[in-house]
């Protein structure tokens, strides 16, 4: 017997040194993992940040659906962060304030007047003026790490009254005593689950709960129940309960967004509600905490009934507990769940831009910087806007859908500002959440005619050669290679125009003459041209260039007319303005760049010209759905056998480039001015953008000319019409009215064209 003791002694000892020295290694684990960083945090992108001032062109209707983006309450009168209220052509609201790269914006109560779709007024609490107020920016999405795990992180002091008074007193009412295992607890769930028959309550402390969480699995043993116990009292040896409160908060499991993880109350808060954490009143705080039990089980959107028995079921214990009372419970269970339709954390809502934002910061940060950080990215992404492009992509395809061969077909869309060169909205699908192939950037396609206002550039740069109305042939002529090919152009429509003014080959998107202009300046300078407008390409100098048959991709192609737009400054395109590390502290600025490649006279002449496109040439549908009154500029493009349909153009404020195309390059029935022109009308009339007004350059006078013969003529003569012209290349004023045309047959074609 004495034999059996000693051994048992023995065992008991080596059973001590092995719990010891395994305690050694938990406690290693815990005070090595919590102490540092504790989470990886993926890089969150944000859009512009709504700025008011007097002026802004801004329409009550979207400055709301700003709002509702945002996840502001709609209120009868403004009580606090995150609400606004409506009155007539006035928005009173309290913004939320936000951390910005330059510093920290304040919540503030303003007053919004609206005036059209114009801010009238913009007032502060007292009623005095502003000058500026800044909205938070929406957040459309992240950069997620493999476990696609996210969250928000919070602090104790960021969340509403009852959420920790209600997390304890249902998850962990000895929370404030215990050692982080409650005999108490334990001994009650099993009274009560053996009372019921069934498991109806689990002893577990938020403690156990934060280390399963945060070290542990699911794993159900007794090994890995006895670890959580010996790893929950060593976590609260070293960490204050304040600390592990807070800890648990942005830890704990509450629901599943397709493949990421929706973890701690902040995302969640934003994921199920659209609004801050701190921004929840006694209903919500009561669901989510509910929720904690079983996130799927009581997931709000799948199971509304199971989900509003169970706040209702937590508002009572509140209420036994004294931390409400009956009355205020009472109330509490008339609210609605309140929860979105959708979750709200824009994963995935917004695809095309957040790829071309990752490709642009991979060249500054390592993935994992960009996954693990919680680096800040502002960009100049415009949710007002992108919603109006995919909605002219809807419904403009809802109408072509009818024609044979459109369903097959794909488009892309990119969206400017072309006086600073930000891209504002960015569209490469048919179905703007598809998160595959961005066409917008990847999609390389022939751009036809789309080529040609480099064409026109070049030679409108020699204006002691070309002006605008200098006569150019519109005649068959044919090629020979050197490799002995004949290439032999021809207009869309297989006719000839004979002599023609230099405009009308761009307005009218004329073939031949185009072609016959090019090869007179010479292949390589038009492509040295292209390469001056901001594309670098490879294609070789072969006639059949001059009419498109080189590949760009949309965002190529709103490169290359950013720089006509903005007066023939280079602005490469940009969709980041700035990075905030996690903590606040500014990293990086992208900064407008802008330089300058062409004489602005040439590039008026040409914008003039493709103005003439809108007016007279071939997208003048675009003013059946716009205003007369609304200056525009572009050009249509349509491949051979109209295998692409191209639209690219812009007012003074916006710049938009639509592409229609089939990804195997197959035929469609879709031209230019069919099929991207009419997204690209459809989005201009929602965007409302201003009208191309280029101030005129101190080398540009406009001259007095008759229409039918491009030579000059008084102002008074029938007809007359003013002409811009690079200073010295303007025709000699005429002798009087009435001047013959050199060529009848030309002016014949012409007068028939202007009528």
């Given amino acids: 017997m004495r034999k059996w003791l000693g051994w048992a002694l023995k065992l008991g000892l080596v059973g001590l040194v092995v719990l010891a020295g395994f305690a050694v290694y938990l406690d290693a684990v815990v005070q090595e993992k919590f102490s540092g960083k504790r989470w990886t945090i993926p890089a969150k992108v944000y859009a512009r940040p709504l700025e008011l001032f007097v002026g802004l062109k801004l329409g009550k209707d979207d400055f709301l659906r700003e709002l509702d983006a945002l996840g502001y309450r709609r209120e009868s009168a403004v009580n606090g962060p995150g609400a606004a209220a409506v009155s007539g052509n006035s928005v009173d609201l309290n913004t939320r304030g936000f951390q910005f790269y330059e510093g920290a914006e304040p919540a503030q109560r303003i007053r919004v007047r609206f005036s059209g779709n114009y801010v009238a007024g913009l007032s502060g609490a007292n009623g005095s003026d502003l000058a500026v107020a800044r909205m938070e920016?929406?957040?459309?999405?992240?950069?997620?790490?493999a476990h696609n795990e996210d969250r928000i992180l919070i602090k104790l002091d960021q969340v509403p009254p009852y959420l920790i008074d209600t997390l304890v007193a249902v998850e962990d009412r000895d929370f404030w005593t215990h050692h982080g295992v409650s005999i108490k607890s334990i001994a009650r769930a099993v009274w009560v689950n053996a009372s019921a028959g069934q498991l109806r309550q689990g002893g577990s402390t938020l403690t156990q709960q934060l280390v399963k969480n945060f070290f542990l699995t699911n794993e159900r043993s007794l090994s890995r129940k006895l670890t959580e116990a010996m790893m929950a009292v060593l976590l609260e040896l070293h960490y204050d309960k304040r600390e592990i409160l807070e800890s648990y908060l942005n830890e704990v499991f509450l629901g599943q967004d397709g493949q990421r993880s929706v973890n701690g109350f902040g995302l969640a808060s934003q994921y199920f509600f659209s609004q801050p954490l701190s921004e929840l009143k006694l209903p919500q705080v009561a669901l989510l905490v509910g929720m904690v039990k079983g996130p799927s089980y009581y997931n709000p959107r799948r199971n509304p009934e199971r989900a509003l028995e169970r706040?209702?079921?937590?508002?009572?214990?509140?209420?036994?507990q004294g931390v409400i009372t009956p009355a205020e419970?009472?109330?509490?269970?008339?609210?609605?769940?309140?929860?979105?339709?959708?979750?709200?954390?824009a994963n995935g809502n917004y695809p095309a831009f957040l790829d071309l934002v990752k490709r642009q910061l991979r060249e500054?940060?390592?993935?994992?910087?960009?996954?693990?950080?919680?680096?800040?990215?502002?960009t100049s992404f415009d949710p007002i806007l992108q919603m109006k492009a995919e909605s002219a992509v809807s419904e403009t395809f809802k109408r072509l859908d009818g024609r044979k061969g459109v369903a097959e077909t794909e488009t892309a869309m990119v969206v400017t500002n072309p006086e600073t060169g930000e891209i504002q909205a960015l569209i490469g699908s048919r179905d703007p959440r598809f998160a595959g192939f961005n066409r917008a950037i990847d999609a390389k396609r022939p751009?036809?005619?789309?080529?040609?206002?480099?064409?026109?550039?070049?030679?409108?740069e020699q204006p002691s050669q070309y002006t605008l109305t200098s006569y150019i042939q519109d005649e068959p002529f044919q090629v020979k290679g050197k490799d002995g090919q004949v290439w032999k152009p021809q207009n869309y429509d297989h006719q000839s125009r004979g002599t023609i003014f230099l405009y009308q080959g761009l307005a009218n998107s004329l073939n031949l003459s185009t072609a016959k202009l090019g090869l007179d300046l010479g292949v390589p300078n038009v492509l040295k041209t292209l390469e001056r407008l901001g594309v670098s390409t490879d294609w070789p100098a072969y006639p059949s260039m001059l009419l498109g048959a080189g590949a760009l991709s949309p965002m190529q192609v709103a490169t290359m007319y950013q720089t006509i737009a903005s007066g023939g400054f280079n602005t490469p395109l940009r969709s980041i303005r700035s990075v905030l590390a996690s903590d606040g502290q500014p990293l990086k600025r992208y900064p407008f760049q802008v330089q300058q490649r062409f004489d602005p006279g040439a590039i008026y002449l040409v914008q003039n010209a493709m103005q003439r496109v809108m007016r007279e040439g071939t997208a003048r549908s675009v003013y059946n759905q716009l205003p007369?009154?609304?200056?525009?500029?572009?050009k249509t493009g349509t491949t051979n056998?109209?295998?692409?349909?191209?639209?690219?153009?812009?007012?003074?404020?916006?710049?938009?480039?639509?592409?229609?195309g089939r990804d195997d390059n197959g035929k469609t029935p879709l031209t230019g001015a069919t099929g991207a022109l009419q997204i690209w009308t459809s989005f201009m009339r929602k965007a409302d953008p201003l009208p191309l007004d280029m101030p005129m350059p101190d080398n540009v006078v406009q001259s007095w000319v008759d229409p039918h013969t491009g030579q000059g003529t008084d102002a008074n003569c029938p007809g007359a019409v003013q002409m811009p012209y690079i200073r010295g290349s303007e025709p000699a004023p005429g002798a009087g009215c009435g001047i013959q045309a050199p060529a009848n047959e030309v002016m014949d074609w012409?007068?028939?064209w202007l009528n």
Wanted: proline share 4%; net charge negative; aromatic share 8%.
């Fill in 628 to 634: 007369a009154s609304l200056t525009l500029a572009g």
């Fill in 447 to 460: 751009i036809g005619s789309l080529v040609k206002p480099a064409v026109y550039l070049t030679a409108l």
């Fill in 750 to 752: 012409v007068r028939g």
């Fill in 641 to 660: 056998d109209s295998r692409d349909s191209w639209f690219s153009g812009f007012g003074q404020d916006l710049l938009a480039v639509v592409w229609i």
């Fill in 329 to 345: 419970a009472a109330a509490a269970k008339q609210a609605p769940l309140g929860v979105t339709q959708q979750g709200s954390m």
């Fill in 364 to 378: 500054d940060y390592r993935d994992e910087d960009l996954t693990e950080e919680g680096l800040r990215i502002f």
């Fill in 311 to 320: 706040r209702n079921v937590v508002l009572d214990v509140l209420a036994e």
């Fill in 137 to 145: 920016p929406l957040l459309i999405g992240g950069l997620y790490p």
